[in-house]
Protein backbone atom coordinates (compact mmCIF):
# COMPACT_ATOMS: atom_id res chain seq x y z
CA UNK A 1 0.00 0.00 0.00
CA UNK A 2 0.93 3.12 -0.68
CA UNK A 3 1.94 5.73 1.84
CA UNK A 4 1.08 9.69 2.27
CA UNK A 5 1.93 11.50 -0.97
CA UNK A 6 2.86 15.08 -1.05
CA UNK A 7 3.35 17.42 -3.61
CA UNK A 8 5.32 19.62 -4.84
CA UNK A 9 8.64 17.97 -2.50
CA UNK A 10 10.19 21.59 -2.78
CA UNK A 11 9.03 24.85 -4.05
CA UNK A 12 10.90 28.16 -4.02
CA UNK A 13 8.29 31.11 -4.07
CA UNK A 14 8.78 35.11 -3.93
CA UNK A 15 7.67 37.06 -1.24
CA UNK A 16 3.94 38.02 -2.16
CA UNK A 17 3.09 35.23 -4.11
CA UNK A 18 0.60 32.96 -3.48
CA UNK A 19 1.28 28.57 -3.19
CA UNK A 20 -0.96 25.27 -2.98
CA UNK A 21 0.38 22.30 -1.55
CA UNK A 22 -1.21 19.12 -2.62
CA UNK A 23 -1.03 15.84 0.27
CA UNK A 24 -2.92 12.28 -1.02
CA UNK A 25 -2.75 10.27 2.00
CA UNK A 26 -3.02 6.37 2.17
CA UNK A 27 -5.88 4.74 0.35
CA UNK A 28 -8.64 4.24 2.62
CA UNK A 29 -7.92 7.00 5.26
CA UNK A 30 -10.28 9.62 5.50
CA UNK A 31 -8.62 11.75 7.28
CA UNK A 32 -5.97 14.32 6.97
CA UNK A 33 -3.78 17.18 9.15
CA UNK A 34 -0.96 19.40 8.07
CA UNK A 35 1.40 20.62 10.09
CA UNK A 36 4.02 23.25 9.72
CA UNK A 37 7.63 22.22 10.88
CA UNK A 38 10.51 25.33 11.20
CA UNK A 39 13.67 24.94 13.02
CA UNK A 40 12.06 27.99 15.44
CA UNK A 41 8.84 27.50 16.11
CA UNK A 42 9.00 23.42 15.58
CA UNK A 43 5.93 21.28 14.65
CA UNK A 44 3.09 23.15 14.62
CA UNK A 45 -0.50 22.24 13.94
CA UNK A 46 -2.37 24.19 10.89
CA UNK A 47 -5.23 22.14 9.77
CA UNK A 48 -7.03 18.54 10.24
CA UNK A 49 -9.66 17.75 7.99
CA UNK A 50 -12.15 14.53 7.98
CA UNK A 51 -14.99 13.78 5.24
CA UNK A 52 -14.13 17.43 3.26
CA UNK A 53 -14.76 19.00 7.03
CA UNK A 54 -12.44 21.04 8.64
CA UNK A 55 -12.64 19.77 12.63
CA UNK A 56 -9.67 21.94 13.61
CA UNK A 57 -7.45 24.60 13.08
CA UNK A 58 -4.48 25.70 14.79
CA UNK A 59 -3.27 29.40 15.65
CA UNK A 60 -2.25 30.69 12.07
CA UNK A 61 -3.50 33.89 10.51
CA UNK A 62 -6.26 33.51 7.87
CA UNK A 63 -3.31 33.23 4.72
CA UNK A 64 -3.26 29.93 6.11
CA UNK A 65 -6.64 28.02 4.16
CA UNK A 66 -7.22 23.94 2.94
CA UNK A 67 -10.02 21.57 2.07
CA UNK A 68 -10.06 18.34 1.54
CA UNK A 69 -11.89 16.52 -1.61
CA UNK A 70 -14.34 13.29 -2.05
CA UNK A 71 -11.69 11.59 -2.71
CA UNK A 72 -10.02 12.14 0.71
CA UNK A 73 -7.13 14.24 -1.16
CA UNK A 74 -6.33 17.41 0.50
CA UNK A 75 -4.56 20.90 -0.51
CA UNK A 76 -3.25 23.57 1.31
CA UNK A 77 -2.91 27.22 0.48
CA UNK A 78 -1.11 30.27 1.36
CA UNK A 79 -1.54 33.16 -0.07
CA UNK A 80 0.71 36.47 0.43
CA UNK A 81 3.79 34.92 1.07
CA UNK A 82 6.36 35.79 3.76
CA UNK A 83 9.74 35.25 4.43
CA UNK A 84 8.43 33.67 7.45
CA UNK A 85 6.47 30.90 5.72
CA UNK A 86 9.14 29.14 4.73
CA UNK A 87 9.11 25.71 6.27
CA UNK A 88 8.61 21.92 6.11
CA UNK A 89 4.53 21.20 5.60
CA UNK A 90 3.94 18.13 6.07
CA UNK A 91 0.68 16.05 5.58
CA UNK A 92 -0.04 13.02 7.63
CA UNK A 93 -3.43 10.67 7.12
CA UNK A 94 -5.37 8.32 9.51
CA UNK A 95 -8.42 5.92 9.01
CA UNK A 96 -10.26 8.78 10.69
CA UNK A 97 -9.60 10.88 14.01
CA UNK A 98 -7.55 9.66 16.39
CA UNK A 99 -6.51 6.95 14.78
CA UNK A 100 -2.50 6.76 14.07
CA UNK A 101 -1.46 9.18 11.67
CA UNK A 102 0.77 8.46 9.02
CA UNK A 103 3.29 11.12 7.79
CA UNK A 104 3.66 12.12 3.89
CA UNK A 105 7.59 12.86 3.34
CA UNK A 106 6.46 17.02 3.61
CA UNK A 107 7.02 19.69 0.85
CA UNK A 108 10.23 21.85 1.81
CA UNK A 109 8.68 25.37 0.72
CA UNK A 110 11.67 28.17 0.45
CA UNK A 111 10.25 32.01 0.38
CA UNK A 112 12.70 34.58 -0.93
CA UNK B 1 -4.93 22.68 26.88
CA UNK B 2 -1.71 20.35 26.31
CA UNK B 3 2.03 21.00 26.28
CA UNK B 4 5.20 19.13 26.03
CA UNK B 5 8.40 19.80 27.12
CA UNK B 6 11.33 17.19 25.50
CA UNK B 7 14.55 17.79 27.79
CA UNK B 8 17.72 18.33 25.75
CA UNK B 9 18.05 19.62 22.23
CA UNK B 10 20.70 17.46 22.13
CA UNK B 11 21.58 13.37 22.95
CA UNK B 12 24.77 11.86 22.18
CA UNK B 13 25.37 8.45 23.08
CA UNK B 14 27.99 5.61 22.47
CA UNK B 15 26.96 2.71 20.04
CA UNK B 16 25.41 0.02 22.15
CA UNK B 17 24.97 2.64 25.65
CA UNK B 18 21.83 3.28 26.96
CA UNK B 19 19.19 5.50 25.17
CA UNK B 20 17.53 7.65 27.74
CA UNK B 21 15.58 10.63 25.80
CA UNK B 22 13.30 12.99 28.36
CA UNK B 23 9.62 14.05 28.09
CA UNK B 24 7.20 15.78 30.19
CA UNK B 25 3.50 16.79 29.40
CA UNK B 26 0.94 18.85 30.55
CA UNK B 27 -2.89 18.33 30.14
CA UNK B 28 -6.05 19.32 31.38
CA UNK B 29 -7.27 16.20 30.28
CA UNK B 30 -5.79 12.55 30.96
CA UNK B 31 -3.35 12.59 27.90
CA UNK B 32 -2.52 10.25 24.68
CA UNK B 33 1.27 10.46 24.31
CA UNK B 34 3.14 9.50 21.09
CA UNK B 35 7.37 9.49 20.25
CA UNK B 36 7.84 10.06 16.72
CA UNK B 37 11.37 9.47 15.06
CA UNK B 38 11.96 11.53 12.20
CA UNK B 39 15.39 10.74 9.53
CA UNK B 40 16.78 14.04 7.44
CA UNK B 41 14.42 14.29 4.53
CA UNK B 42 11.55 12.37 5.37
CA UNK B 43 8.87 12.30 7.27
CA UNK B 44 7.52 11.19 10.51
CA UNK B 45 7.19 7.86 11.94
CA UNK B 46 5.12 6.60 15.31
CA UNK B 47 7.91 4.97 17.04
CA UNK B 48 5.21 4.08 20.31
CA UNK B 49 1.98 5.71 21.62
CA UNK B 50 0.43 5.38 24.94
CA UNK B 51 -3.48 5.80 25.36
CA UNK B 52 -4.12 4.71 29.07
CA UNK B 53 -3.81 1.34 28.52
CA UNK B 54 -0.21 -0.42 30.12
CA UNK B 55 1.89 2.07 31.67
CA UNK B 56 4.88 0.62 30.20
CA UNK B 57 4.48 0.44 25.76
CA UNK B 58 6.73 -1.05 23.52
CA UNK B 59 7.36 0.56 20.01
CA UNK B 60 9.25 -0.63 17.11
CA UNK B 61 13.18 -0.75 16.69
CA UNK B 62 13.52 -2.09 20.20
CA UNK B 63 12.51 1.54 21.99
CA UNK B 64 9.91 1.41 25.21
CA UNK B 65 8.62 4.52 27.50
CA UNK B 66 7.06 4.62 30.26
CA UNK B 67 3.91 6.74 31.45
CA UNK B 68 4.60 8.17 34.97
CA UNK B 69 1.41 10.37 35.62
CA UNK B 70 2.77 11.49 39.41
CA UNK B 71 5.91 13.05 37.13
CA UNK B 72 3.65 13.43 34.14
CA UNK B 73 6.46 12.19 32.19
CA UNK B 74 7.04 9.92 28.97
CA UNK B 75 10.76 9.18 28.76
CA UNK B 76 11.72 6.78 25.63
CA UNK B 77 14.41 4.57 26.49
CA UNK B 78 16.54 1.64 24.48
CA UNK B 79 18.67 -0.56 26.25
CA UNK B 80 21.48 -0.66 23.31
CA UNK B 81 22.12 2.31 20.60
CA UNK B 82 22.73 1.19 17.39
CA UNK B 83 24.08 3.32 14.47
CA UNK B 84 21.02 3.46 12.94
CA UNK B 85 19.60 5.16 15.75
CA UNK B 86 20.83 8.39 14.86
CA UNK B 87 17.19 10.68 14.24
CA UNK B 88 15.58 13.41 15.88
CA UNK B 89 12.93 12.48 18.34
CA UNK B 90 9.63 14.02 18.81
CA UNK B 91 7.70 13.88 21.64
CA UNK B 92 3.84 14.32 21.54
CA UNK B 93 0.31 15.02 22.87
CA UNK B 94 -3.14 14.79 22.22
CA UNK B 95 -6.02 15.06 24.49
CA UNK B 96 -8.34 12.43 23.91
CA UNK B 97 -9.33 10.00 21.86
CA UNK B 98 -10.63 10.96 18.55
CA UNK B 99 -8.55 14.03 18.94
CA UNK B 100 -6.39 14.43 15.66
CA UNK B 101 -4.54 17.65 16.40
CA UNK B 102 -0.95 16.82 17.99
CA UNK B 103 1.10 19.03 20.15
CA UNK B 104 5.24 18.50 19.53
CA UNK B 105 7.85 19.03 21.78
CA UNK B 106 10.79 20.62 20.25
CA UNK B 107 12.39 17.70 19.33
CA UNK B 108 15.90 15.98 20.82
CA UNK B 109 18.58 15.22 17.79
CA UNK B 110 20.15 12.09 18.87
CA UNK B 111 23.74 11.46 18.07
CA UNK B 112 25.67 7.63 18.25
CA UNK B 113 29.54 7.68 18.45
CA UNK B 114 30.73 4.68 17.33
Known amino acids: KAGVTQTPRYLIKTRGQQVTLSCSPISGHRSVSWYQQTPGQGLQFLFEYFSETQRNKGNFPGRFSGRQFSNSRSEMNVSTLELGDSALYLC???????????FGPGTRLTVL | AQSVTQLGSHVSVSEGALVLLRCNYSSSVPPYLFWYVQYPNQGLQLLLKYTSAATLVKGINGFEAEFKKSETSFHLTKPSAHMSDAAEYFCAVSGFQGAQKLVFGQGTRLTINP
Open chain 1, 92 to 102: ASSLAPGDEQF
